[in-house]
């Protein structure tokens, strides 16, 4: 069955960064586009990178634009998220999502925790 185990989470200092890591199974990773997103708390989950299948191209939200990079390989079917410059306002529970043969699935999620 489809499955996707995030990564890399933790406490980090403003400014600092982090690596998000998902490695997914139960599908043929490279046919896919992968998307990475957030829900803090109190708040509706939102959508921070994408990428497509061949990894070609991406899309982040402005709020993440220039600090934030999506990545993956498909040899090891796995996508990364590089969080650098990071903010208290990027605290939230990251969550790695796909769209497989018309149903949504997604990652259990990592916390992402950002204070002094």
């Known amino acids: 069955q489809v499955q996707f185990v995030e990564s890399g989470g933790g406490l980090v200092q403003p400014g600092g960064s982090l690596r998000l890591s998902c490695a997914a199974s139960?599908?043929?990773?490279?046919?896919?586009?992968m998307t990475w997103y957030r829900q803090a708390p109190g708040k509706e989950r939102e959508l921070v990178a994408s990428i497509t299948n061949t990894g070609d191209s991406t899309n982040y939200a402005d709020s993440v634009k220039g600090r934030f990079t999506i990545s993956r390989d498909n040899a090891k079917n796995t996508v990364a998220l590089q969080m650098n410059s990071l903010k208290p306002e990027d605290t939230a529970v990251y969550y790695c999502?796909?769209?497989?043969?018309?149903?949504?699935?997604w990652g259990q999620g990592t916390q992402v925790t950002i204070s002094s």
């Open positions: 999502y796909a769209r497989i043969r018309a149903k949504g699935y």
């Open positions: 139960g599908f043929t990773f490279s046919r896919y586009a």
